[in-house]
C-alpha cells in the first residue's frame, strides 16, 4: 500500500507537467519570388497552464497550414526556407530551426490543400523555434488570401493551437 502512494503523484506530476506548443506569431505573403506563398512561424512551449514546473521538452511536433486549392494550384511540396540542402535562402525572414522538415503536402478533398510541416528536437518550457517555408503559388498569385494553421507537440497537455492569417 505504501508502493501504491508513493508511486500515483509521481505519475500525476509527470502528467502536469506538459507544456502546449503554441503558435505566438506567423507572417507572411509573397516569398522568394512572386510565384511562393510563405511565411514565417513561431511556436513556443508555453508552461503556463502546467501545474508543475519545469514541463517537459517538446521532442517532437507537427504544423498544417491549410490554404484553398483555388490560391495554390496543383499540390506543390513546401520549401523550407534556411534548412539546407536545395532549399532557398531568404535573408529577410527568421532562419529556421534546423529541425524543422517538410512532410508532404495533400489535397484534402474539400477545396483546400493541407501542408505539413514536421519538428523533431527539443524545445524546453517557455522556449521557442521558428519555422520559415513557402509554397508555390497559382499564377498570378491571389493577395489576400486567408490561411489556417494548426500546432501540436509532443509530450504534450493535449491541447491543439490554432491559428487563422490572411497572406498579402
Given at each position: 500500500?505504501i508502493?501504491?502512494?508513493?508511486?500515483t503523484?509521481?505519475a500525476?506530476?509527470?502528467?502536469?507537467?506538459?507544456g502546449?506548443f503554441?503558435i505566438?506569431s506567423?507572417?507572411?505573403?509573397t516569398?522568394v519570388n512572386?510565384?511562393?506563398y510563405g511565411?514565417?512561424?513561431q511556436?513556443?512551449?508555453?508552461?503556463?497552464q502546467a501545474?508543475?514546473?519545469p514541463?517537459e521538452?517538446i521532442?517532437s511536433?507537427?504544423?498544417?497550414?491549410?490554404?484553398?486549392?483555388?490560391?495554390?494550384?496543383a499540390?506543390?511540396p513546401?520549401?523550407i526556407?534556411n534548412?539546407?540542402?536545395?532549399?532557398?535562402?531568404v535573408?529577410?525572414?527568421p532562419a529556421?530551426?534546423?529541425?524543422?522538415?517538410?512532410?508532404?503536402?495533400s489535397?484534402n478533398?474539400?477545396?483546400?490543400?493541407?501542408?505539413?510541416?514536421?519538428f523533431?528536437?527539443?524545445?524546453?518550457?517557455?522556449?521557442?523555434?521558428?519555422?520559415s517555408?513557402?509554397?508555390l503559388?497559382s499564377?498570378?498569385l491571389h493577395?489576400?488570401?486567408?490561411?489556417?494553421?494548426?500546432?501540436?507537440?509532443?509530450?504534450?497537455?493535449?491541447?491543439?493551437?490554432?491559428r487563422?492569417?490572411t497572406l498579402f
Open positions: 500500500m508502493a501504491v502512494a508513493t508511486a503523484p509521481l500525476a506530476a509527470s502528467t502536469d507537467a506538459r502546449r503554441v505566438e506567423m507572417l507572411g505573403g516569398w512572386p510565384q511562393y511565411a514565417s512561424i511556436l513556443r512551449n508555453d508552461d503556463t501545474s508543475t514546473l514541463v521538452p521532442t511536433g507537427i504544423v498544417v497550414v491549410i490554404f484553398a486549392t483555388v490560391d495554390v494550384g499540390v506543390q513546401a520549401i526556407a534548412a539546407g540542402g536545395s532549399s532557398p535562402v535573408g529577410a525572414l529556421t530551426d534546423p529541425t524543422w522538415t517538410s512532410a508532404g503536402a489535397d478533398g474539400d477545396g483546400t490543400v493541407s501542408y505539413t510541416l514536421a523533431v528536437g527539443s524545445i524546453a518550457g517557455q522556449g521557442v523555434t521558428h519555422v517555408f513557402g509554397v503559388g499564377t498570378p493577395s489576400g488570401i486567408s490561411v489556417s494553421v494548426q500546432a501540436t507537440g509532443s509530450p504534450t497537455d493535449g491541447s491543439t493551437s490554432s487563422t492569417v
